[in-house]
């Protein structure tokens, strides 16, 4: 059944990658909405993380995302590039209503959401909601992942899909909210080929810029009632950063960076 109310909500910590996809949901929708939760802060990321694959692994994925980082100034033509050859924008458009919150998974939030009442919440790079709070949404919830589902949940898709030789799954995945990591019911996918100049910087990029259609072809679903899960095929596995060891020795030995 078409939705009453056709507000679209939008959760994000925000950054580049996410302000495409909220333009790109407000160029074609107009009613949009946003809520922008505080970054998650390193030491819990790595204590999470420690707890699920032990402190040696943890402490090199860390070390990744700040080596990395470094190299990001390197890459800001090939991200122009991307930017200007898809036709999108990364700039902040103060008409579209943002409202700060500490975490999805708050009080605060859920008060926001409840007198919003919105028609379908798009998450992008943002926290998991938890069970109780993914139980209190009045809405669909779905997400986009910058990767390939079921085959690369989780993080660094793009990346991973390089490393396996397997980049004809290099792309992003539209999908319903559940209470797993990106395992929810497929709603669109999208294929792109990666440049040689592209790095783990730019492969994210890549994914949202030529991924806007299906955000938009899943909000449009939602609005109208129409959402389809589709049925996929491939091995499910979670994906994580690489640690600093698997990193350089990809990067120096076959130009994956």
Known sequence: ??????????VTAGGRNPQILINAVAARFGDV??????????AIFVKRRARKLGWMTAIGQLATMVASRLGK??????ADDIIRDYGVSDRDDPSIPTTSIESINSDEALRHIHALMPAVILLV??????????????CPVINFHAGIN??????????WARVERDEENFGATVHLVDVGVDTGGILYQSRMKPSKSDTMHTYPLLQTA???DIVVKA????????????TTNG??????????????WNGFSRGIW
């Open 1 to 10: 059944m078409p939705a009453a109310n056709k507000t679209i909500l939008v």
């Open 33 to 42: 909405a946003v809520l922008q939760e505080q970054p998650e802060s390193k």
């Open 73 to 78: 100034r390197f890459t800001e033509q090939r």
């Open 125 to 138: 790079s943002c926290r998991m909601l938890s069970p109780a709070t993914l139980a209190a949404m009045p």
């Open 150 to 159: 079921p085959q690369y949940r989780g993080l660094m898709g793009g990346y």
């Open 210 to 212: 030529a991924s806007t």
């Open 219 to 230: 909000i449009d679903d939602a609005l109208s009632g129409m959402l389809k899960p589709l």
């Open 235 to 248: 091995t499910s596995r979670q994906w994580y950063h690489p640690p600093i060891w698997t990193w350089l």
